[in-house]
């Protein structure tokens, strides 16, 4: 086989693409620098948007028993839903309600019940795992009709029950002190 019509044609476009680019090297080092220096501030951007680290950083400590993340995550969750039960409008003792419920389903999710939803987990647990269980089901049941209905009217002191109902269980749990 001869390769002489193969390497003068590749050496041809070698001189062509060379004599283009050699007079525009610079603006073309100077676009990719551009481009590289954008990219690299959306990464930085996105993962400070994202708290990563923050993410990574809590995780590292609760494996090593330096913190613990969870307790933390929840007291902060229980303080906002506080903060809830003590307005005056009806739909914050919805969303007070609502969020218990779903502080409820992440501990049992990292507890290590599975199940698609809340309802599947507290089938699982039994009064061994949970002695709170019933009122806790009882709990669930008004954050699901408030789910079904969220222009349901509800009264503050049910709300309050079912709060305390879900308090009890986060201090059996050990995320709340009694």
Partial sequence: MNFAPVLKI??????MVWTWLSPNLIWLELVSVLISGLLLWGIIYIVTKVNYFDIKAERYIDILG?????QRRSLKGWEQIRKRILSSEQQDWKLAVLEADKILDEILKMAGYLGSDLDKKLEILNHENLQSIDDVRNA???????????TMEIKKDDAIIALKKYK???EEL????K
């Fill in 174 to 177: 050990n995320l709340l002190e």
């Fill in 66 to 70: 330096k913190g613990n993340i969870t």
């Fill in 10 to 15: 590749l050496l041809d476009l070698k001189d």
């Fill in 140 to 150: 669930h049941t008004l954050a699901v009709k408030i789910l079904r209905d969220p």
């Fill in 168 to 170: 009890k269980a986060f």
